[in-house]
Nanobody, 123 residues
């Protein structure tokens, strides 16, 4: 059974940093592209970042470009390093896996999803 488990969320002040992690199990990690999405209350889920199966290709939403960095290890974990956090970044952040390997910005193309981790940026 495939499982994605996010961790690392929390409450931070504007300008602070957080590092999110997503541990995958039940799949061959190196055959999946991975992505991060977020959803704020009352809003639709939006794309944040994605990384290809081998970590070579990466894409970011314009709103986070230059502040966030997505990466992955060779085993089972994808990361999202978030710097210069703003109140507008407040949302539940979701990790997702896409068996097509190459990165996608569309949530409909992802096959598996984690339960999410809350990120709250104050002030």
């Amino acid at each position: 059974q495939v499982e994605l488990v996010e961790s690392g969320g929390g409450l931070v002040q504007a300008g602070g940093s957080l590092r999110l992690s997503c541990a995958a199990s039940g799949l061959t990690f190196s055959t999946y592209a991975m992505g991060w999405f977020r959803q704020a209350p009352g809003k639709e889920r939006e794309f944040v970042a994605t990384i290809s199966w081998n970590g070579i290709s990466r894409y970011y939403a314009d709103s986070v470009k230059g502040r966030f960095t997505i990466s992955r290890n060779a085993e089972n974990t994808v990361y999202l390093e978030m710097n210069g956090l703003k109140p507008e970044d407040t949302a539940v952040y979701y990790c997702a896996a896409d068996r097509q390997r190459n990165p996608s910005m569309s949530p409909g193309e992802y096959d598996y999803w984690g339960q999410g981790t809350q990120v709250t940026v104050s002030s």
